[in-house]
């Protein structure tokens, strides 16, 4: 009869030591779908940001080859003034240079 008491004792104390390691396992288990959900929470969070980051890139980008045709033109723009600066600063030397020599023609004279 002690044998079966303690048995009894026994089964009874490893139910206990059981239902604490449940306890402590359903505890950490609860712990771990918090920190799953916050963690999907946060990536889902990350990949909107990410998503909104390629956006801004891509518009970025768009605005970013806009501008560059833009300068390519003030560029070729810039050098089509020069180019008539340069002749017409060629053609006035030359005009001085006749000015000069009707001067030189009209004291000669």
Known sequence: MDAIK?????????????????DV?????????????????????????????????????????IVSLQLEEKEKSLLAAEAEMNALN???QGLEEDLEKTEEKLVAA
């Open 90 to 92: 060629r053609r006035v």
């Open 25 to 65: 396992c359903e505890e950490a288990s609860k712990v771990a779908k918090v920190r799953a959900d916050k963690a999907e929470d946060e990536v889902a969070e990350l990949v909107a940001k990410s998503r909104q980051l390629e956006t801004e890139l891509d518009m970025t980008n768009e605005r970013f080859v």
């Open 6 to 22: 303690k048995k009894m004792q026994a089964m009874k104390v490893e139910k206990d030591n059981a239902c604490d390691r449940c």
